[in-house]
């Protein structure tokens, strides 16, 4: 069987052509659900505060602190932070400010 | 050459599972059925199966992990009984709404309670709305033949359901009678690799299984799911056609003994038809027009077939080994009377027997009131009780 | 090699965003970090009890596992991944699986020390090659904050509510981590995710790469059952730490080791204190409410550190 991406379990999908057992074998495809409009606040990183200690990266429930291939926190993924804070909570430099979303 | 043993029920069935080989079996034991996994994990000690035993903690880990291994990718077998089904409900549920062709050998037996380790048919007339196909057998050599058969069956990719393999817990389990078996090259070519589209174990595609299913989708993975047990029907006949050029064994979703010219019949499941059977030919003997229709295959249940089948007959005993408490007959009844409704066929004159709840023995004179039942309504045309209990005191 | 947070958040994530906890919660932190455990090369197949991390992360048709993944019910989730650790070894030794595979079942509180208790005590005593993780957020929260046998004495949930006569959940928490212990399996650990999360880490890799079954008792605060403030995750954590609510220890062949002993053992109300289930311990008159925990959580202290051999 080929691989069914999410474009092929559209909302209206019928009955014949929705996955039996409702397996899904795109794995790690929730990433195309976007979370981000879940924010009533937002964290806001300053680059120039940063220091790069990384602390932020593993506190995130939504796996949203990006983090380079140089092993360097590079910005939020707005698309799935859901402004929980916990990033500006633990920062101890201050280089995440918490701020209403507008 | 067939091999000719003498085994029970049970024996055959762990038989066929060595035949099988399957990669995991999960069971927990339970009277009648204690048997099949003694006998296994003997094969397993000896190392004469590549299986992976799982000796788990009750009935619903039993079936639980039958769900991890077949979505794991592999052949997943257990056997149970009574009690051990119930407890097993909710993951029966699981397991064929997972699209997952696990196996099971159902030694049946009644459902507490009170408890009551004998005969009947309460257990899987419960999980009979499971999702699960249900094949009933008469004796050791059709449960035997039955289990050879179900993972073609349920693999199928039509099909992709769990197979439920029915005998009478003693009667036929733990009674010694002769069989012919087929030989292990032959099971092995006959019942195939199982190669699933998808599996946990696949590193190249990993999948998600058992989602939270809203209102979007669920309603569309159940009529996918009913669909698959319908197009069973099909397969089963395919698959016992096979099995009949490889063993000139022949098998339907039904038996029909002596129903050519019969003017009665009885409808009843695994192994009380061989009593029936025994009754007819007395009555035969006599004169008397008299038959049997043994349902094989109960899920998917053959609305049509029956309904055709039994179209011909003055008068139709349906005989129930579980009671529905509905007050309105039991489980075959309640099938077989909507089925020749549905179908528009009004001739017959069908009643119900409840009857042998609990291991209750039902002897060749309990099947001779009923024929002698069905004859007075052949000639009278008149019904005067629907619902009955057959050998209970009253 | 030593903990380095850096070359952890370089590892590829295995859970991605986009699924629906809540916004703040701890439980997608602990398996974060877990699942970073992993070797890159190896492939995982992950069961999860229900519970909030399963209807959350498998909403169809959106998994946010990037390895396989299985659900089937509640109480289950030990059984499952046995059974599917089972079919490995036999593909294993039919050479129709190539390289290593690990498992790892994820349960909450009440998928793990009530509903699904068996099917874990079973799995861990048939010594299949797994790792079972308790996030631990003592109560039931997918259904609305209803109490659990994690729930501590006191709190005020949904089925233990603090009313005019009881003052919520009446009975003590049970220290399952000890029973799990107690199983005399090859390695079993209380974890929370504190700091650089070097603790549970290093614990995750243990239990996942130790051959043989593990136990991970991990606390994943609440915003919404323990009512604080979301930003507030770690601070819950490390304040049940700090007091010794929930000790760090790991018990590696029945060798107990306390990874973390506060240098101030803080007083248990400081973590109390933070939370609105406790609110009512606070009002005049409750103070014996008080009391009792800090003895409860003493004395448990005080056995642990008599099992390590450190009083």
């Known amino acids: ?102 | ?394 | 090699m030593a903990y380095n947070l850096k070359e952890v958040a370089k590892k590829p994530e295995r859970l991605t965003g986009g699924h629906r906890m809540c916004a703040g919660c701890g439980a997608p932190v602990v398996v974060r970090q877990i699942l970073k455990a992993l070797k890159p090369e190896d492939h995982a197949v992950i069961s999860s009890a229900t519970g909030c991390l399963e209807v959350s992360t498998f909403i169809y048709p959106y998994t946010a596992w990037t390895d396989s993944f299985i659900h089937s019910a509640f109480e289950n989730t030990g059984a499952t991944i046995s059974g599917a650790e089972a079919a490995y070894n036999v593909m294993k030794r039919k050479g129709k699986f190539e390289g290593e595979a690990k498992f790892i079942a994820f349960g909450g509180d009440g998928g793990t020390y009530d509903i699904g208790f068996q099917a874990l005590s079973g799995a861990m005593e048939r010594g299949h090659d797994m790792v079972y993780v308790c996030y631990d957020n003592g109560a039931y929260m997918n259904t609305g904050i209803q109490r659990s046998s994690a729930t501590p004495k006191y709190a005020d949930t949904t089925t233990s509510p603090a009313g005019k006569k009881i003052p919520g959940k009446m009975q003590p928490r049970k220290d399952l981590t000890e029973i799990m212990a107690n199983h005399h399996i090859p390695y079993v650990a209380q974890t929370a995710p504190i700091g650089n999360m070097k603790d549970l880490y290093e614990k995750a890799e243990k239990a996942i790469y130790t051959p043989g079954p593990a136990f991970l008792n991990v606390l994943a605060p609440c915003p919404r059952g323990w009512r604080y403030n979301t930003p507030d995750l770690m601070e819950l954590s490390k304040m049940a730490v700090e007091t010794c609510f929930w000790p760090l220890y790991e018990v590696i062949d029945g060798k107990y080791i306390i990874n973390y002993k506060p240098k101030t053992k803080l007083p248990v109300k400081d973590f109390l204190k933070l939370q609105g289930r406790f609110k009512h311990l606070f009002k005049a008159g409750n103070e014996y409410m008080l009391e009792e925990i800090q003895k409860e959580v003493d004395s448990r202290w005080e056995t642990l550190l008599k099992l390590a051999g450190e009083a």
């Open chain 1, 1 to 102: 069987m080929s691989k069914k991406e999410l474009r092929d379990i559209r909302p209206d999908v019928n009955w014949k052509e929705i996955t039996p057992g409702g397996v899904i074998d795109s794995s790690g495809n929730a990433h195309l659900f976007k979370t981000g409009d879940w924010r009533s606040m937002k964290p806001i990183w300053n680059e120039e505060k940063c220091k790069q200690c990384l602390l932020c990266n593993p506190v995130c429930p939504d796996s949203s602190i990006k983090v380079n291939e140089e092993g360097k926190m590079t910005g939020i993924d707005y698309d799935h932070c859901k402004g929980c804070g916990v990033c500006a909570k633990v920062c101890p430099f201050k280089a995440i400010d918490f701020v209403e979303e507008v």
């Open chain 2, 1 to 394: 050459m067939a091999i000719r043993e003498r085994l029970s029920g049970n024996e055959a069935t762990a038989i066929a599972m060595k035949q099988i080989n399957p990669d995991v079996v999960a069971a927990f034991p339970i009277t009648p059925s204690t048997e099949v996994p003694q006998y296994f994990s003997t094969y397993v000690a000896d190392g004469v199966v590549d299986t992976e035993f799982v000796a788990v903690e009750s009935e619903h880990s039993a079936m639980s992990a039958c769900i991890g291994a077949q979505a794991a990718g592999g052949r997943a077998m257990t056997a149970t009984s009574a009690n051990g089904l119930a407890f097993m409900w909710e993951a029966l549920y699981i397991a064929a709404s997972s699209r997952l062709p696990i196996v099971l050998s159902a030694v049946n037996r009644a459902l507490s309670g009170p408890i009551n380790i004998h005969n009947d048919h309460s257990d899987t007339m419960g999980a009979r709305d499971s999702g699960w196909i249900q094949i009933y057998s008469e004796n050791n050599q059709e449960a035997y033949d039955n289990m050879l058969m179900a993972h073609r069956i349920g693999e199928h990719p039509d099909v992709m359901l769990p197979v439920m393999i029915c005998q009478d817990g003693f009667i036929t389990s733990h009674a010694i009678e002769n069989i012919e078996l087929v030989e292990d090259d032959k099971v092995k070519a006959f019942v195939g690799e199982y190669k699933p589209a998808h599996s946990l174990l696949n590193r190249e595609n990993p999948i998600s299984v058992g989602p939270l299913d809203l209102q979007l989708h669920y309603f569309e993975h159940k009529r996918q799911q009913a669909q698959a047990m319908a197009n069973a029907k099909k397969v089963i006949l395919e698959v016992s056609e096979e099995f009949y050029k490889l063993t000139g064994r022949k098998y339907g979703l039904f038996e029909e003994y002596k129903t050519d010219d019969a003017d009665v019949v009885i409808v009843v499941l695994n192994s009380t038809a061989g009593t029936v059977k025994y009754v007819i030919d007395q009555y035969r003997a006599e004169g008397k027009k008299v038959g049997l229709i043994k349902p094989r295959v109960f899920r998917p249940f053959p609305v049509d077939e029956l309904a055709d089948a039994l179209s011909k007959f003055k008068a139709v005993a349906v005989l129930d080994k579980a009671d529905s408490f509905n007050a309105a007959g039991g489980p075959l009844f309640t099938e077989i009377t909507s089925a020749l409704f549905s179908k528009g066929v009004f001739g017959p004159k069908v009643i119900n027997y409840i009857f042998g709840l609990g291991g209750r023995d039902v002897k060749s004179n309990d099947i001779e009131i009923v024929y002698d039942k069905l004859l007075e309504i052949a000639n009278t045309g008149k019904v005067d009780s629907v619902y009955n209990y057959l050998g209970v005191r009253e």
